[in-house]
């Protein structure tokens, strides 16, 4: 083993090169990057184009030259075109338009995800941006500065969506989100992602659930008109698109690799494809969900660090199994930071599990302390084993919430039941919490929900 | 089973009761509560005097008429004199001096602890208080009205000392904080100690260590004067002595139940003492510490409560284990915040374990994102196994240390390894963490100097 060569230089793929390097100091490590920007921090975006991140520059997780200090070899700009798993080599187009062959002993695929194109007309348009990749950040933010942008039509009520939404209301624009779905946020409850909504429409965002644009259409100056279902128009002078992502697997599959759900490159727990010289990591392969006990499509910068790891670590011969992924996710909106780990009663379902979700309502710390706020705990667990299944949590920026779910996604990860989260020793002080953390509280609402169902039964 | 009486209307009692109306309906609950106080927060105690909670009322966890409608009679200002397990009854005097005799099926015993009382002349001149009891809290509130209050001493650097630290400055007060050993906090590391009394320091806290409180005696006017080893002498109008808390536990003796570490009723993992009709639970029992496996005396809140709702349930016929402690603590000072959890590397080495630590310090989100700041995560685990032992984080008001060290709580619950740790899918947005968490870059960090230690062996 002398060659570890990785396509990609986002997290996977930069999370992959650092490990090996820690763990063998003699393989030559190169990275092919796409674009200038290796290891780029894309979940900063939205604070990037808010003006709350004053440079671009500052959303790499690593500096080039961090990384370079490591004896990687990074070739930015670089295109990799084909791979050839017989002959161990990749053909890539320098920036300058020379053809490199690059010989390899292991191959980490790291190609991530593209933004999902909805099938409307006019996506094509000035003024339209997907948004995905530092390359489409930079393009939006110098539309923003070469145009007055007065108004915006956000599509998709997902993290992203939701976040520049925000971002663009710190700017000063006003807001429109579209989504299909009759609740924005549709990895919580509904009832959860309608109190999201209201926190945006609270914050003069303009909500539009059960709603699908159908065309964005050129009108009268360098304005947008913005069409969807039910007769509605919205004229814009800037439209992000954000309807979700699909994993770059173009070179894996001429390659011959093995995919699978949503096109994403298989991946045995080891991160190692159908190729056993070839491992992939992130967003562009299938991931490994703990608690349903198999895979999905699970795109997520903790993820892609995660197996990238593991996937650098394999790749100079070690032998870890990547843990998979609770689905934990957060995001803040405005004042309100909405948290989910595991499952909730629909997905559930989907794994065909027999569930159970109670609420607890409750102060984040002792009420009788200035500040306190209400944090909303809702706790899923299977009816007939009481074992944990998943937990939403919604409360306000500096209540904890954040950490909260990690609470109950450490306990997920071991499998625990619902009661042993009632026996957690957690920390107490009046101004931080309450002697019965507000995620215990929940949990004791859920086995009393459970024996009243029980009781009923 | 018809009478289950419990003794102390603390913590501990009051969730005893609380639990046993909620699995039996019919079961006659009574509670001795000595005080006018039934199920006062005691934690809040240095926020009352601060004056940021404004009425004492506040600091109830529940009020007396919340109790009261789930049909469990507070007998307040009753002070139970003896009890009588061979004839199951209590004999208790009112607050009119009457004699009660109280028949019970079962009892609880939730009598708590008193302040220990240091030997040094002095401790009964006015101005000088322990505190421990909503009783010292409103009498050092007298205090502070009736006289002008310009200095106060502290005796004693641990959580209550710290806090009270804190409150008296609030006031306005110059304080100076007195502690034996040489630092403060001496549950946590020397050095991270240091750093607590350093943030004591920075807002103006007179921090003497080393040093001890030997005399406390009458100057002119109103003043104490207290004198400490190494020639030191301050004046004061108050002087607080919060030096720990020990078992009250006569009762229990006199009725010849079976007692062990610092005098503490001896109890098992039920929370049964040597009488199989007599419960016992929170500051005045031994309790069982999960990661050494044995018992130990460890009087805290949070502890408190799990204690008497399995003492409650069991009390009623149930069948519940205490899963034990860990000794999780979290305190802030001013804008710091110190918590810990499981075992340092004294413990440990107390333990008869061989351990590991190290540390790492990291930003407690993106630090493109504003308000970041640094965490300081101190992570124990056991050298041969990996598994972990125990974590300290410092880090400031506001970065989620609180919750954090619960990540690693939970994690040290079900005795997860280090490594495991790292494989945890915990939550992640730009204002709210890193990819890794903070407490997963300090696992990687142990990781990486068992490594080293084990290659320069």
Known sequence: MKNLLVIGGSDAGISAALR????????????LVADRFPSFSICGIPYFLSGEVSSSEDLAHRTRAEIEARRIRLLLEHEAERFDPAQKSVRARSPTGETLQLAYDRLVLATGAKPVHPPLSGMDLPGVF????????????????????????????????LEMAESLTRCGIAVTLVENAPTVLGTLDPDL???????????????????????????EGHALGVLATG???????????????????????????ATGIKGAIKVDRHMRTSDADVFAAGDCVETWHRVIGDCGYLPLGTTA?????????????????YAGSLGTQVVRVFE???????????????AGLESVSAEAESWDHKVYYPGASKLRVRITGERTTGRLLGAQILGRYGAEVSKRIDILAT?????????DVIDLDLSYAPPLSNPWDPVQTAAQAWQAERDRRAAAA
């Open 231 to 257: 007769n509605v128009g919205r004229p814009a002078q800037l439209v992000l698109v954000a309807v979700g992502a699909a994993p770059e697997t173009g070179l894996a599959r001429e390659a011959g690799l």
């Open 411 to 419: 306990a997920l990860y071991q499998g625990m039941s619902v009661a």
């Open 130 to 161: 997907p948004l995905r990749r530092m390359g489409d950040a930079l393009a939006v933010d110098r539309f923003m500065e070469e145009r007055e942008v007065r108004r915006a039509v956000i599509v998709g009520g997902g993290y992203l969506g």
């Open 193 to 219: 992602g309608e109190r999201v909504a209201a926190e945006l429409a609270r914050n003069g965002v303009e909500v539009l659930t059960s709603t699908m644009v159908e065309a964005i259409a050129p009108i």
């Open 336 to 350: 309100l930071v909405a948290a989910r780990t595991g499952l909730n009663d629909a997905d559930a379902r989907a």
């Open 305 to 321: 660090h995660k197996q990238g790891r593991i996937a650098g670590e394999n790749a100079v011969g070690a032998d870890r199994q």
């Open 20 to 31: 090996a390097r820690e763990l063998d100091a003699a393989v030559d490590i190169q990275v």
